[in-house]
Protein backbone atom coordinates (compact mmCIF):
# COMPACT_ATOMS: atom_id res chain seq x y z
CA UNK A 1 0.00 0.00 0.00
CA UNK A 2 2.94 2.51 0.47
CA UNK A 3 4.25 2.20 -2.94
CA UNK A 4 0.75 2.86 -3.84
CA UNK A 5 0.53 6.20 -1.45
CA UNK A 6 3.76 7.18 -2.84
CA UNK A 7 2.93 7.00 -6.87
CA UNK A 8 -0.26 9.17 -5.99
CA UNK A 9 1.66 11.57 -4.05
CA UNK A 10 3.91 12.12 -6.32
CA UNK A 11 1.18 12.15 -9.20
CA UNK A 12 0.35 14.81 -7.21
CA UNK A 13 2.78 17.07 -5.99
CA UNK A 14 4.35 17.22 -9.65
CA UNK A 15 0.64 17.93 -11.32
CA UNK A 16 0.27 20.82 -8.70
CA UNK A 17 3.98 22.12 -9.07
CA UNK A 18 3.57 21.96 -13.01
CA UNK A 19 0.01 23.36 -13.44
CA UNK A 20 1.10 27.03 -13.16
CA UNK A 21 4.01 26.59 -16.04
CA UNK A 22 0.94 25.54 -18.12
CA UNK A 23 -1.67 27.85 -17.11
CA UNK A 24 1.43 30.64 -18.12
CA UNK A 25 1.95 28.62 -21.49
CA UNK A 26 -2.22 28.89 -21.82
CA UNK A 27 -1.90 32.41 -21.22
CA UNK A 28 1.09 33.25 -23.53
CA UNK A 29 -0.71 31.35 -26.62
CA UNK A 30 -4.26 31.92 -26.75
CA UNK A 31 -5.56 29.12 -24.75
CA UNK A 32 -8.87 30.04 -23.67
CA UNK A 33 -12.47 29.01 -23.12
CA UNK A 34 -14.29 31.78 -23.92
CA UNK A 35 -17.93 32.60 -22.59
CA UNK A 36 -20.11 30.90 -24.48
CA UNK A 37 -24.15 30.77 -23.68
CA UNK A 38 -23.88 27.29 -22.06
CA UNK A 39 -21.11 28.01 -20.47
CA UNK A 40 -21.27 29.21 -16.63
CA UNK A 41 -18.25 31.37 -16.19
CA UNK A 42 -18.66 35.16 -16.74
CA UNK A 43 -14.90 35.87 -18.20
CA UNK A 44 -12.66 33.82 -20.42
CA UNK A 45 -10.36 31.29 -18.40
CA UNK A 46 -6.98 29.87 -19.42
CA UNK A 47 -7.22 25.67 -20.47
CA UNK A 48 -4.71 23.40 -21.06
CA UNK A 49 -4.41 21.76 -17.32
CA UNK A 50 -4.37 18.17 -19.16
CA UNK A 51 -1.02 18.70 -19.94
CA UNK A 52 0.17 19.14 -16.49
CA UNK A 53 -1.95 16.17 -15.27
CA UNK A 54 -0.09 14.19 -18.34
CA UNK A 55 3.01 15.16 -16.81
CA UNK A 56 2.25 14.10 -13.49
CA UNK A 57 1.29 10.16 -14.62
CA UNK A 58 4.52 10.08 -16.49
CA UNK A 59 6.15 10.87 -13.05
CA UNK A 60 4.50 8.68 -11.20
CA UNK A 61 5.44 5.96 -13.96
CA UNK A 62 9.16 6.73 -13.72
CA UNK A 63 8.82 6.52 -10.01
CA UNK A 64 7.18 3.31 -9.79
CA UNK A 65 10.06 2.06 -12.15
CA UNK A 66 12.32 2.64 -9.46
CA UNK A 67 10.73 1.31 -6.32
CA UNK A 68 10.83 -2.35 -4.57
CA UNK A 69 7.43 -4.23 -5.46
CA UNK A 70 5.97 -1.71 -8.20
CA UNK A 71 8.66 -2.05 -10.35
CA UNK A 72 8.65 -6.03 -11.06
CA UNK A 73 4.56 -4.75 -12.01
CA UNK A 74 6.04 -2.31 -14.41
CA UNK A 75 8.83 -4.87 -15.65
CA UNK A 76 6.17 -7.92 -16.57
CA UNK A 77 3.76 -4.87 -17.81
CA UNK A 78 5.94 -2.60 -19.69
CA UNK A 79 4.54 -2.94 -22.96
CA UNK A 80 0.97 -2.34 -21.99
CA UNK A 81 1.66 0.32 -19.48
CA UNK A 82 4.11 2.47 -21.80
CA UNK A 83 0.98 1.82 -24.83
CA UNK A 84 -1.11 3.57 -22.24
CA UNK A 85 1.43 6.30 -21.92
CA UNK A 86 1.63 6.82 -25.52
CA UNK A 87 -1.87 6.77 -25.96
CA UNK A 88 -2.33 9.30 -23.24
CA UNK A 89 0.43 11.45 -24.77
CA UNK A 90 -1.40 11.22 -28.17
CA UNK A 91 -5.03 11.44 -26.59
CA UNK A 92 -3.77 14.78 -24.61
CA UNK A 93 -2.03 16.02 -27.96
CA UNK A 94 -5.28 16.13 -29.65
CA UNK A 95 -7.33 17.48 -26.56
CA UNK A 96 -4.38 20.52 -26.87
CA UNK A 97 -4.83 21.03 -30.49
CA UNK A 98 -9.00 21.37 -29.57
CA UNK A 99 -7.64 23.60 -26.73
CA UNK A 100 -6.36 26.25 -29.41
CA UNK A 101 -8.25 25.85 -32.47
CA UNK A 102 -11.82 23.70 -31.38
CA UNK A 103 -11.77 20.70 -33.49
CA UNK A 104 -14.60 19.86 -35.58
CA UNK A 105 -16.13 16.03 -33.65
CA UNK A 106 -15.39 13.62 -36.52
CA UNK A 107 -11.65 14.84 -36.52
CA UNK A 108 -12.07 14.31 -32.17
CA UNK A 109 -13.71 11.17 -32.30
CA UNK A 110 -10.96 9.61 -35.13
CA UNK A 111 -8.45 10.91 -32.61
CA UNK A 112 -9.72 9.03 -30.26
CA UNK A 113 -10.18 5.65 -31.93
CA UNK A 114 -6.90 5.75 -32.72
CA UNK A 115 -5.54 6.25 -28.90
CA UNK A 116 -7.96 3.47 -27.80
CA UNK A 117 -6.68 1.68 -30.95
CA UNK A 118 -2.86 2.46 -30.06
CA UNK A 119 -3.57 1.52 -25.99
CA UNK A 120 -5.42 -2.12 -27.34
CA UNK A 121 -2.10 -3.20 -29.49
CA UNK A 122 -0.03 -2.30 -26.78
CA UNK A 123 -2.02 -4.90 -24.97
CA UNK A 124 -4.47 -3.18 -22.80
CA UNK A 125 -7.62 -4.77 -23.98
CA UNK A 126 -10.48 -6.94 -22.88
CA UNK A 127 -9.20 -10.74 -22.60
CA UNK A 128 -12.95 -12.12 -21.48
CA UNK A 129 -15.97 -10.51 -20.34
CA UNK A 130 -16.70 -11.70 -16.87
CA UNK A 131 -19.87 -12.50 -16.60
CA UNK A 132 -21.04 -16.09 -15.27
CA UNK A 133 -17.34 -16.80 -15.76
CA UNK A 134 -15.15 -16.14 -18.10
CA UNK A 135 -16.84 -15.45 -21.62
CA UNK A 136 -14.17 -15.42 -24.59
CA UNK A 137 -15.29 -13.87 -27.69
CA UNK A 138 -13.16 -13.35 -30.95
CA UNK A 139 -10.09 -10.92 -30.67
CA UNK A 140 -12.00 -8.40 -32.89
CA UNK A 141 -15.09 -7.97 -31.09
CA UNK A 142 -12.39 -7.91 -28.08
CA UNK A 143 -11.04 -5.13 -29.14
CA UNK A 144 -13.74 -3.06 -30.57
CA UNK A 145 -15.19 -3.78 -26.62
CA UNK A 146 -11.95 -2.48 -25.78
CA UNK A 147 -12.51 0.73 -27.86
CA UNK A 148 -15.50 1.54 -27.05
CA UNK A 149 -15.26 1.36 -23.07
CA UNK A 150 -12.58 3.89 -24.11
CA UNK A 151 -14.47 6.68 -26.63
CA UNK A 152 -17.22 6.19 -23.83
CA UNK A 153 -15.22 7.22 -21.26
CA UNK A 154 -14.03 10.03 -22.49
CA UNK A 155 -17.29 11.01 -23.90
CA UNK A 156 -18.74 11.00 -20.39
CA UNK A 157 -15.46 12.74 -18.47
CA UNK A 158 -15.76 15.39 -21.34
CA UNK A 159 -19.44 15.87 -20.59
CA UNK A 160 -19.43 16.33 -16.61
CA UNK A 161 -16.86 18.30 -16.75
CA UNK A 162 -18.82 21.33 -16.68
CA UNK A 163 -18.12 22.94 -13.52
CA UNK A 164 -14.83 24.02 -11.68
CA UNK A 165 -13.55 20.76 -10.06
CA UNK A 166 -16.52 18.84 -11.07
CA UNK A 167 -14.64 16.15 -13.50
CA UNK A 168 -11.77 15.78 -11.35
CA UNK A 169 -13.85 15.49 -8.11
CA UNK A 170 -15.80 12.64 -9.85
CA UNK A 171 -13.12 10.80 -11.64
CA UNK A 172 -10.67 10.94 -7.97
CA UNK A 173 -13.89 9.26 -6.73
CA UNK A 174 -14.24 6.74 -9.45
CA UNK A 175 -10.23 6.34 -8.99
CA UNK A 176 -10.38 5.71 -5.22
CA UNK A 177 -12.95 3.22 -5.30
CA UNK A 178 -11.91 1.29 -8.33
CA UNK A 179 -8.46 1.33 -6.33
CA UNK A 180 -10.17 -0.46 -3.17
CA UNK A 181 -11.65 -2.68 -5.43
CA UNK A 182 -9.07 -4.38 -7.31
CA UNK A 183 -6.39 -3.96 -4.01
CA UNK A 184 -8.81 -5.39 -1.46
CA UNK A 185 -9.54 -8.33 -4.68
CA UNK A 186 -5.79 -9.03 -4.51
CA UNK A 187 -5.23 -9.03 -1.31
CA UNK A 188 -7.04 -11.52 -0.58
CA UNK A 189 -8.23 -13.85 -3.39
CA UNK A 190 -4.81 -13.90 -4.44
CA UNK A 191 -2.21 -13.35 -1.84
CA UNK A 192 1.17 -11.89 -2.72
CA UNK A 193 -0.42 -10.03 -5.60
CA UNK A 194 -1.89 -6.64 -4.60
CA UNK A 195 0.53 -4.87 -7.15
CA UNK A 196 -0.85 -4.56 -10.51
CA UNK A 197 -1.23 -2.09 -13.53
CA UNK A 198 -5.15 -1.80 -12.86
CA UNK A 199 -4.13 -0.54 -9.41
CA UNK A 200 -0.55 1.48 -10.27
CA UNK A 201 -3.03 3.32 -13.26
CA UNK A 202 -5.83 4.05 -10.63
CA UNK A 203 -3.33 5.18 -7.77
CA UNK A 204 -1.95 7.59 -10.34
CA UNK A 205 -4.85 8.77 -11.13
CA UNK A 206 -6.25 10.00 -7.60
CA UNK A 207 -2.88 11.54 -7.39
CA UNK A 208 -3.43 13.75 -10.52
CA UNK A 209 -6.94 14.50 -9.67
CA UNK A 210 -6.19 15.64 -6.50
CA UNK A 211 -2.71 18.05 -7.74
CA UNK A 212 -5.37 19.64 -10.58
CA UNK A 213 -7.92 20.30 -7.91
CA UNK A 214 -6.87 23.12 -5.84
CA UNK A 215 -6.04 25.16 -9.71
CA UNK A 216 -9.45 24.26 -10.85
CA UNK A 217 -11.81 24.28 -7.81
CA UNK A 218 -14.38 27.34 -8.06
CA UNK A 219 -13.12 29.77 -8.72
CA UNK A 220 -10.50 28.17 -11.36
CA UNK A 221 -7.58 29.51 -12.61
CA UNK A 222 -7.28 26.78 -14.92
CA UNK A 223 -9.72 24.83 -16.85
CA UNK A 224 -8.64 21.21 -17.42
CA UNK A 225 -9.75 21.83 -20.97
CA UNK A 226 -10.25 18.85 -23.93
CA UNK A 227 -6.62 17.86 -23.26
CA UNK A 228 -7.20 16.99 -19.18
CA UNK A 229 -10.74 15.35 -20.17
CA UNK A 230 -10.09 12.88 -22.45
CA UNK A 231 -6.65 12.37 -20.55
CA UNK A 232 -8.75 11.20 -17.28
CA UNK A 233 -11.06 9.36 -19.28
CA UNK A 234 -8.32 7.36 -20.97
CA UNK A 235 -6.71 6.74 -17.80
CA UNK A 236 -9.89 5.35 -16.32
CA UNK A 237 -10.88 3.15 -18.76
CA UNK A 238 -7.38 1.66 -19.20
CA UNK A 239 -8.02 0.85 -15.42
CA UNK A 240 -11.16 -0.67 -15.90
CA UNK A 241 -9.84 -2.71 -19.13
CA UNK A 242 -6.91 -4.03 -16.87
CA UNK A 243 -8.78 -5.44 -14.70
CA UNK A 244 -12.09 -6.26 -15.72
CA UNK A 245 -11.21 -7.46 -18.67
CA UNK A 246 -8.45 -9.91 -16.94
CA UNK A 247 -10.40 -10.89 -13.95
CA UNK A 248 -11.50 -14.24 -13.33
CA UNK A 249 -14.62 -14.61 -10.80
CA UNK A 250 -14.40 -18.20 -10.34
CA UNK A 251 -11.26 -17.70 -8.37
CA UNK A 252 -12.75 -14.95 -6.21
CA UNK A 253 -14.15 -16.09 -2.71
CA UNK A 254 -15.73 -14.91 0.54
CA UNK A 255 -18.43 -12.34 -0.06
CA UNK A 256 -16.83 -10.87 -2.92
CA UNK A 257 -17.56 -14.01 -4.84
CA UNK A 258 -21.44 -14.00 -4.56
CA UNK A 259 -20.91 -10.65 -6.84
CA UNK A 260 -17.61 -11.88 -8.74
CA UNK A 261 -20.01 -12.60 -11.68
CA UNK A 262 -21.19 -8.98 -12.30
CA UNK A 263 -20.00 -6.74 -10.09
CA UNK A 264 -16.57 -5.92 -12.54
CA UNK A 265 -18.88 -4.60 -15.16
CA UNK A 266 -21.01 -3.00 -12.10
CA UNK A 267 -18.84 -1.40 -10.60
CA UNK A 268 -17.05 1.09 -13.30
CA UNK A 269 -20.88 2.08 -14.49
CA UNK A 270 -22.13 3.02 -10.83
CA UNK A 271 -18.50 4.71 -9.99
CA UNK A 272 -19.76 6.90 -13.78
CA UNK A 273 -23.31 6.45 -13.17
CA UNK A 274 -23.57 10.33 -13.63
CA UNK A 275 -22.07 11.08 -16.61
CA UNK A 276 -23.43 7.89 -18.24
CA UNK A 277 -26.10 9.33 -17.18
CA UNK A 278 -25.74 13.15 -18.66
CA UNK A 279 -24.65 11.20 -22.13
CA UNK A 280 -27.41 9.14 -22.58
CA UNK A 281 -29.78 12.38 -21.23
CA UNK A 282 -28.08 14.14 -24.28
CA UNK A 283 -28.07 11.85 -26.64
CA UNK A 284 -32.03 11.49 -26.27
CA UNK A 285 -32.45 14.96 -25.91
CA UNK A 286 -30.33 15.77 -28.84
CA UNK A 287 -32.62 12.82 -31.02
CA UNK A 288 -28.87 11.50 -31.32
CA UNK A 289 -26.63 14.16 -31.93
CA UNK A 290 -24.98 14.10 -28.62
CA UNK A 291 -21.80 15.93 -30.31
CA UNK A 292 -23.75 19.43 -30.17
CA UNK A 293 -23.88 21.32 -27.13
CA UNK A 294 -26.53 22.90 -25.12
CA UNK A 295 -26.99 24.28 -21.54
CA UNK A 296 -29.28 21.26 -20.09
CA UNK A 297 -26.55 18.78 -18.54
CA UNK A 298 -27.14 17.76 -15.35
CA UNK A 299 -24.37 20.64 -13.59
CA UNK A 300 -26.51 22.97 -15.50
CA UNK A 301 -29.99 21.71 -14.12
CA UNK A 302 -28.11 22.43 -10.20
CA UNK A 303 -27.23 25.91 -10.78
CA UNK A 304 -31.10 26.47 -12.20
CA UNK A 305 -31.99 24.75 -8.95
CA UNK A 306 -30.70 27.79 -7.00
CA UNK A 307 -27.50 25.97 -6.24
CA UNK A 308 -24.23 28.17 -5.50
CA UNK A 309 -21.28 27.20 -7.48
CA UNK A 310 -19.20 24.95 -4.79
CA UNK A 311 -22.09 23.78 -3.44
CA UNK A 312 -23.46 22.01 -6.85
CA UNK A 313 -20.30 20.51 -7.22
CA UNK A 314 -19.69 19.18 -3.42
CA UNK A 315 -23.57 17.78 -3.82
CA UNK A 316 -22.57 15.72 -7.24
CA UNK A 317 -19.85 14.56 -5.14
CA UNK A 318 -21.89 13.07 -3.33
CA UNK A 319 -24.47 11.34 -5.67
CA UNK A 320 -21.13 9.95 -6.86
CA UNK A 321 -19.69 8.05 -3.88
CA UNK A 322 -23.02 7.21 -3.00
CA UNK A 323 -23.55 4.79 -5.54
CA UNK A 324 -19.90 3.72 -5.74
CA UNK A 325 -19.59 3.16 -2.40
CA UNK A 326 -22.59 1.53 -1.73
CA UNK A 327 -22.14 -0.62 -5.05
CA UNK A 328 -18.12 -1.69 -3.35
CA UNK A 329 -20.50 -1.99 -0.14
CA UNK A 330 -21.85 -5.35 -1.45
CA UNK A 331 -18.76 -7.30 -1.92
CA UNK A 332 -18.04 -6.74 1.74
CA UNK A 333 -21.20 -5.90 3.68
CA UNK A 334 -24.31 -8.10 3.80
CA UNK A 335 -26.71 -7.18 1.15
CA UNK A 336 -28.87 -5.69 3.20
CA UNK A 337 -26.55 -3.44 5.21
CA UNK A 338 -25.19 -2.04 1.88
CA UNK A 339 -28.65 -1.35 0.77
CA UNK A 340 -29.65 0.24 3.75
CA UNK A 341 -26.52 2.71 3.50
CA UNK A 342 -27.41 2.66 -0.47
CA UNK A 343 -30.57 3.91 0.70
CA UNK A 344 -29.47 6.32 3.31
CA UNK A 345 -27.09 8.25 1.19
CA UNK A 346 -29.40 8.64 -1.86
CA UNK A 347 -32.13 9.91 0.79
CA UNK A 348 -29.27 12.06 1.74
CA UNK A 349 -28.51 13.43 -1.55
CA UNK A 350 -31.88 13.61 -2.79
CA UNK A 351 -33.00 16.17 0.59
CA UNK A 352 -29.63 18.19 -0.14
CA UNK A 353 -30.03 18.59 -3.31
CA UNK A 354 -34.01 19.63 -3.15
CA UNK A 355 -34.25 20.80 0.34
CA UNK A 356 -31.19 23.42 0.17
CA UNK A 357 -32.63 25.49 -1.98
CA UNK A 358 -35.81 26.01 -0.59
CA UNK A 359 -34.51 26.26 2.93
CA UNK A 360 -32.29 29.03 1.33
CA UNK A 361 -35.50 30.83 -0.40
CA UNK A 362 -36.88 30.88 3.19
CA UNK A 363 -34.39 31.85 5.22
CA UNK A 364 -34.17 35.16 3.08
CA UNK A 365 -37.79 35.96 3.21
Given at each position: MREYVLVAVIAGVITFVITPAVRW?????????????RDVHTTPVPRLGGVGMLVGFAAALVVADHL??????ISDNFGPLVGVLIAATLITALGAVDDFRELDPITKFAGQMI??????????????????????????????????IVIATTTAVNFVDGLDGLAAGIVAIAGITF???????????????????????????????????????????????DAGALLLGLLLSAATISFTGNFDPAGATGQSATYASWLPI??????????????????????????????????HRM????????????LLYLWSA????????????????ALVLLAVLLVASLALTWGLPKWRRTRSL
Open positions: LAIRFGAFTPVRGPYLSRTAAGVMAYAGVTMVNIPLGGQTILPAPILVAITILFLWTYSIASRDVPGSVFSSAAFIAAALIGICLGFLPHNFHPARLFMGALPMLVLALPIIDVVWAVVRRRGKFWTADSKHLHLQMGHPHREAVLAGALSILALAYLPAVV
